[in-house]
């Protein structure tokens, strides 16, 4: 079966589509929603956390943490600070894989080497919360909040090292403002949803002309970098195959003889 590229305008029709379809719990679709927007991070952070006085200063969207410079590199759907200085990191994680421990356990870590600085003592650290909210309740015990605490096994003690880890339940549907909150994170329409701050942002990127532009573009730039990302695959696979030469391997990939160049460079591969 031949398949024919897409139209620009059939493109645009299906990322409307897309674009209907999209929820909170959808983590490109929440970064937008989170994008410089404090009051609706401090909500949301004040209902899961329990804190009624936390108050959020500062808040970014993919935030690529500047220092893990030659290890595994991640990117934080939003990071927010607060008054005190306490830092939250929100995911989303639909996949229960992605919400491993150890990813966990990494994301404090790397936020401590971002936020520590030369000649600082350890005692400056913030305290940080990681805070992954899953699409099924990974835990299978109901609960609409797993908090996750270090103690000290023999005392009984908390370790009181700064270090918290919450696990949201995304599919938790009990009666209190988590519970909405859950149930407005699996809505697609915003006139479903409980709270109007999330509804109004919503609103905006499925309904605004410019807000509805913005999430189109967001989601042809994605588009074109999975394409190049399945380009660079197929280059590296015919690289190592060594079966072609430069010119052969451009074509089939779509991308420049430069660029193929490049590709076997960074990965020490002599081509013919």
């Known amino acids: 079966m031949i398949v024919h590229p897409k139209t620009k305008e059939q493109q645009h029709e299906e990322n409307l589509k897309t674009l209907r379809a999209l929820r909170p719990m959808d983590d490109d679709f929440m970064r937008e929603l989170f994008r410089n927007n404090l009051p609706l991070a401090q909500m949301v952070l004040r209902i899961i956390t329990g804190m009624e006085d936390l108050v959020i200063i500062s808040e970014e969207t993919q935030y690529d943490l500047k220092r893990l410079m030659g290890v595994r590199s991640i990117c934080l759907d939003v990071i927010g600070k607060d008054i005190k200085g306490r830092l939250f990191n929100l995911e989303i994680q639909r996949d229960d894989d992605g919400a491993d421990p150890y990813r966990a356990r990494f994301h404090s870590a790397a936020i401590d080497v971002e936020n520590l600085n030369k000649n600082q003592k350890f005692g ?25 605490e270090r103690i000290n096994t023999v005392t009984g003690e908390p370790f009181s090292d700064g270090e918290h880890i919450i696990y949201v339940n995304g599919a938790y549907e009990g009666d209190s403002e988590i519970g909405w909150l859950m149930h407005d994170f699996r809505c697609s329409n915003a006139d479903d949803m409980h709270f109007e701050l999330l509804a109004e942002r919503t609103r905006y990127y499925k309904e605004d002309p410019k807000g509805v532009s913005n999430m189109c573009k967001l989601m042809e730039d994605r588009v074109k970098e999975e394409a190049a990302i399945k380009a660079y695959q197929i280059a590296l696979k015919l690289l ?8 052969d391997i451009s074509e089939a990939s779509g991308l420049t003889i430069e660029e193929v160049k490049e590709i076997a460079k960074e990965n020490n591969i002599v081509t013919v």
Do not use: C, Q, S, W
């Not at 899953?134 to 609409?144: K, L, S, V, Y």
């Open 240 to 247: 190592i195959m060594g079966k072609l030469n430069i010119d």
């Open 124 to 148: 400056e650290l913030p305290d940080t919360y990681v805070i992954f909210i899953t699409e099924n309740d990974i835990f299978g015990r109901g609960e609409a909040i797993y908090p996750i």
